[in-house]
């Protein structure tokens, strides 16, 4: 800067100063509205949006994959890409230390560096592009933040880890060089090196969006937490109905009734006290029925449930079975009207049921919890539709319009006998479901066991008008 220009700036400042802008109050005063405005912003996210829970912490799980917040995505994905490169990337305080502290370094060094005396946008190109650039990549990396970076069995990298290093570091490295080049050039070249300044900055941007979204169409889908999550009594209510019937109904009854345990290897005719009965929940804490749970009562028959004893459940999915327990046997706890939802719909006159809305959640309350993988079932599994209407043991258990059906039969309480003359006990062993249940059951086989809601309303008869 020479002493003309140094005179015009000062000028120009005192004239600012003339027409009265100062730093306090009145530059404070448009910061604070600003700072207010992102503050209301914030309130308003957290209260309408806010951020899904995830399941209780486990110090058992050692799957747990943890992953930083949203803002640092963009950087673990740098490093990870940085991780694939050969020889480079075997050296990780390259890319920990060295790179990031250069960045912040340069942004510190920056009113130092840069003595342009222009403020106007037009003339500080290269600062602008190289911001621009470095945003961009910082948003396409965080898009890019949850597909894997991923090798084959051979230790190549696969295409979308390619596309991946293409626009997460090669191209916006290429592109802050070429930056740089261009402002050396500037003195030579003028306007021209600006302009082409901003038309690479532009062309990598766009091609580093191209690129992430390209990663997100080819990338296998990100690995999701699999177990489901509860925020309100009621869903905690309706996850642990759920559970209850998957894990406990095979011992327990699908309403904790059962005294004599039947039809469960290795604990036939076992006595047991019914667990839906009040004084059992009067006398046990939540915790201790966590505990139970968890634990097991293996002297008495009782397996573990919890993980970290070798079972298949979570700490919030133990909760889950708790908070239904305590709401369905405990006299005291009254649960609210808006969970007091019955698992399985009630069929309207004329309706006739349909596998995905009755016959799923019926079987899923009264038959899963023994007919799944692993237990003894005559090989009758009872998971899906097709497993369902499937062959066991002893041919179909349902043969459409058959009302003597194996399945229809047993649900009565009418034994049967097997191939060898062994008998089949009636279904469930423990207890027969309720007679209206019984009727879904009969009506849905009769009609040709519709899959869905709208094959069975396809059968139903048209309601007179
Ligand atoms: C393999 C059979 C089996 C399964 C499955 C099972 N239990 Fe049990 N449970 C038992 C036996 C046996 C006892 C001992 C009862 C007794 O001796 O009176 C027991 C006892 C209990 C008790 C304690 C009763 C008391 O007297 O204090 C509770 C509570 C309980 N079970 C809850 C559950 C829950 C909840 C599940 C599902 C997560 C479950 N059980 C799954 C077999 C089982
Ligand atoms: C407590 C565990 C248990 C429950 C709950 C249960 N089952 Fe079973 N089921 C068995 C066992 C064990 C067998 C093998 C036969 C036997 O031991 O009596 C079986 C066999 C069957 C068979 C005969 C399959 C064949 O080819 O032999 C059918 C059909 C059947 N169950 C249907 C049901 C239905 C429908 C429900 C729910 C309404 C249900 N079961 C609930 C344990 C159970």
């Not at 920056?110 to 946008?121: E, I, K, V, W």
């Not at 090798?151 to 696969?158: A, I, K, R, S, Y």
């Not at 043991?393 to 058959?402: F, H, M, Q, T």
């Amino acid at each position: 800067m020479n002493e003309e220009q140094k005179k015009a700036v000062l000028a120009k400042y005192q004239r600012a100063l003339q027409k009265g802008e100062r730093f306090w109050p009145d530059s404070l005063y448009k910061d604070l509205i600003v700072s207010m405005g992102l503050f209301l912003l914030l309130i308003l996210l957290a209260t309408f949006v806010g951020i899904p829970n995830e399941p209780k912490a486990d110090p058992s799980d050692s799957s747990y994959i943890p992953k930083p917040e949203w803002y640092f995505l963009f950087l673990f994905k740098f490093l990870a890409l940085y991780g694939q490169i050969p020889l480079l990337g075997k050296i990780e305080w390259i890319a920990t230390v060295l790179i990031p502290s250069a960045v912040i370094l340069g942004m510190i060094l920056l009113p130092f560096l840069d003595q342009n005396p222009y403020r106007h946008y037009t003339r500080r190109v290269l600062a602008l592009t190289i911001m621009a650039v470095f945003v961009v990549s910082m948003i396409t990396l965080t898009m890019m933040a949850d597909y894997p970076t991923a090798v084959d069995e051979q230790g190549h990298l696969t295409l979308p880890t390619w596309l991946q290093m293409i626009g997460g570091l090669l191209i916006p490295g290429a592109t802050y060089l070429t930056l740089l080049v261009l402002a050396a050039l500037a003195k030579k070249l003028g306007a021209a090196a600006r302009r082409a300044q901003i038309g690479v900055a532009a062309i990598s941007s766009v091609l580093m969006f191209g690129l992430a979204i390209a990663v997100m169409l080819v990338s296998p889908r990100p690995v999701v937490a699999e177990s489901e999550v509860a925020d309100t009594l009621a869903e905690k209510f309706a996850l642990g109905a759920d559970l209850y019937s998957i894990y406990c109904t095979e011992c327990h009854g699908a309403d904790g009734e059962v005294t004599v345990i039947t039809g469960v290897e290795g604990l036939e005719g076992r006595e047991i006290v019914a667990i839906n009965n009040p004084d059992l929940m009067y006398t046990n804490s939540d915790e201790t029925l966590a505990n139970i749970i968890a634990y097991g009562l293996p002297s008495l028959g009782m397996p573990p449930f919890g993980k970290a004893y070798g079972g298949e459940l979570g700490p919030s999915e133990i909760e889950y079975i708790v908070t239904f327990m305590r709401y369905s046997w405990d006299d005291r706890a009254e649960l609210p009207a808006d969970a007091a939802i019955s698992s399985i719909p009630e069929l309207a006159p004329g309706e006739i049921p349909s596998y995905e809305v009755h016959i799923a959640a019926l079987t899923k309350r009264y038959c899963l919890s023994c007919h799944r993988p692993g237990k003894e079932n005559n090989n009758y599994l009872m998971t899906s539709y097709e497993e369902i209407i499937g062959m066991s043991d002893n041919g179909p258990a349902i043969v459409a319009g058959d009302p003597n059906s194996l399945l229809l039969l047993l649900i009565q309480g009418q034994e049967q006998t097997d191939k060898n003359g062994d008998p089949i006990r009636a279904m469930p062993p423990n207890k027969l479901m309720d007679p209206k249940y019984i009727e879904m059951w009969k009506l849905w086989v009769l009609n040709g066991m519709p899959k869905t809601a709208e094959d069975a309303r396809t059968l139903s008869p048209t309601p007179s008008p």
